[in-house]
C-alpha cells in the first residue's frame, strides 16, 4: 500500500528551526520522486522542495538558503530541515509523491495534482 506520514510539525518563534519527517512506504520511496508541499490559510498549495532519484534537489525561492531536503535510503524517510523559520512559513506542511514523469510536471503548479499525499503536519511561527 502506498502511504506517507509526516512528522515533526510544531510552534516556534520567528528565527527558530523544525525538522519535518516523511515517513514512506517502500514501494513508493523506490520508485517515485517525492517532496515537500505546503498550504497556508486561505492560500493555494506550492512546492516547496523536492529531490530526484539521482538526488538533486529543487526549492521554492521563498525558501532557498533556509530549507533543506533531504533522504535516508536505508529508512524511506524524506526530511525537510528549516531554519531561520518567518511568520509567512506558517502553513500545512505535506508530503507527497508521484512517478518522477508525473512529479515533475506539477512541481511548479499551484494545487499540485499527484497521486500521494500524506495527512500533513502543521508549522506555526509565531513573530
Known amino acids: 500500500q502506498v502511504q506517507l506520514v509526516e512528522s515533526g510539525g510544531g510552534s516556534v518563534q520567528s528565527g527558530g528551526s523544525l525538522r519535518l519527517s516523511c515517513a514512506a512506504s517502500?514501494?513508493?520511496?523506490?520508485?517515485?520522486?517525492m517532496g515537500w508541499f505546503r498550504q497556508a490559510p486561505g492560500k493555494e498549495r506550492e512546492g516547496v522542495a523536492a529531490?530526484?532519484?539521482?538526488?538533486?534537489?529543487s526549492y521554492a525561492d521563498s525558501v532557498k538558503g533556509r530549507f533543506t531536503i533531504s533522504q535516508d535510503n536505508a529508512k524511506s524517510t524524506l526530511y525537510l530541515q528549516m531554519n531561520s523559520l518567518k511568520p509567512e512559513d506558517t502553513a500545512m506542511y505535506y508530503c507527497?509523491?508521484?512517478?518522477?514523469?508525473?512529479?515533475?510536471?506539477?512541481?511548479?503548479?499551484?494545487?499540485?495534482?499527484?497521486?500521494?499525499w500524506g495527512q500533513g503536519t502543521l508549522v506555526t511561527v509565531s513573530s
Open positions: 507527497a509523491a508521484d512517478i518522477c514523469r508525473f512529479f515533475w510536471r506539477e512541481w511548479t503548479v499551484v494545487n499540485p495534482v499527484l497521486e500521494v
Open positions: 517502500r514501494y513508493t520511496y523506490s520508485r517515485y520522486c
Open positions: 529531490i530526484d532519484s539521482d538526488g538533486s534537489t
